[in-house]
């Protein structure tokens, strides 16, 4: 069974650093979670190392303020690390042959602050485009908007670069939005040619690990799919937070059921550790 704890402090110790997810972790995109700054003060007092691993598509700098803005000091965190910044720099170390990209972002801009360093170019039809860069959606979009994006990227044939893998967010007031993953992997299922950056995937895990300089780590996330199974392909640890993207389904009955019917539904192994939020 998994082991339910009520406070980080009761583990910290036995890791050579903690990693966190930022939304349904840290915040909802609007606040920080109760208590959060708070166990992070103190678990940074008492000797803990500290980092970020999230799968936006915008760089870390941009995270580390936004994280900064909600309450948590810049000294908190060693490293922030995104998968947006992953791709940056794959492009930027010549990685990547293609140089003219049809951005889907959440705001206008988005691309165009992100690519600063870059030597490429943003085409808004995708005739003229050599591939696709997928790093956010907008939080009103629908389901017929998502629908359209697909059918698109699917007539176009070209390779995607999802910078953003998350399938699904939590926000404020318990809304969940869809994220781009869910439109990366349906371009998959017909066919696509994707490239991912972020969880699961191991090679942000790894990064991860270079830049602490150790794999004894802590994953402390929301999402099984996400969080909990890259953490267990590396070989690390990891810390369920059920009142993240799961709160709806863990806000009744009980919760060793509940993420045991979640890990079945996911094809996942469960988490080393569970809290309903954290503190």
């Known amino acids: ?11 910290a110790c ?29 678990a940074q007092a008492n000797g803990s190392r500290l980092a970020v691993l999230s799968n936006s598509g915008k760089r870390s700098t941009l995270n580390a303020a936004r994280i900064t803005a909600m309450g948590f000091t810049p000294e908190l965190f060693e490293t922030v ?14 990685k990547i042959p293609q140089q003219k990209f049809h951005a889907i972002e959440r705001s206008a801009g988005d691309a ?28 009103s979009s629908t389901k017929a908007d998502r629908q359209k994006i697909l059918e698109d990227i ?14 699904a967010s939590p926000r404020a007031d318990g809304a ?33 690990e270079k830049m602490l300089g150790t794999s004894h780590l802590l994953m402390v996330g929301d999402s099984l799919l996400h969080d909990i199974a890259g953490a267990t392909e590396a070989g690390w640890d990891s810390l369920l937070i059920e009142g993240g993207l ?10 060793n059921a509940t993420l045991k019917q979640l ?3 996911y094809g996942v192994s469960a988490p080393t550790y569970r809290m309903e939020l954290l503190r």
């Open 176 to 208: 969940t939005v869809a994220s781009p993953g869910a439109i990366a992997h349906a371009y998959q299922k017909h066919g696509g040619e994707v490239f991912f950056y972020g969880k699961p995937h191991h090679a942000i895990f790894q990064a991860m």
């Open 1 to 11: 069974m998994v082991r339910a704890i009520e406070s980080l402090m009761q583990i």
């Open 14 to 42: 036995d890791y050579d650093a903690l990693v966190f997810d930022q939304w349904g972790v840290l915040h909802n995109g609007v606040a920080a979670y109760p208590s959060a700054v708070e166990a992070l003060t103190r």
């Open 263 to 265: 890990c079945a539904e």
């Open 112 to 139: 165009e602050q992100w690519a600063q360093g870059l030597d490429v170019e943003f085409c808004s039809s995708l005739n003229a485009a050599d591939a696709v860069l997928l790093m956010g959606l907008a939080d």
């Open 154 to 167: 699917v007539s176009s044939g070209l390779p995607l670069y999802c910078s953003n893998p998350d399938l």
């Open 81 to 94: 690390m995104t998968s947006g910044e992953a791709l940056w720099h794959d492009i930027h170390g010549g």
């Open 246 to 255: 799961y709160a709806e389904k863990f806000a009744s009955g009980d919760q």
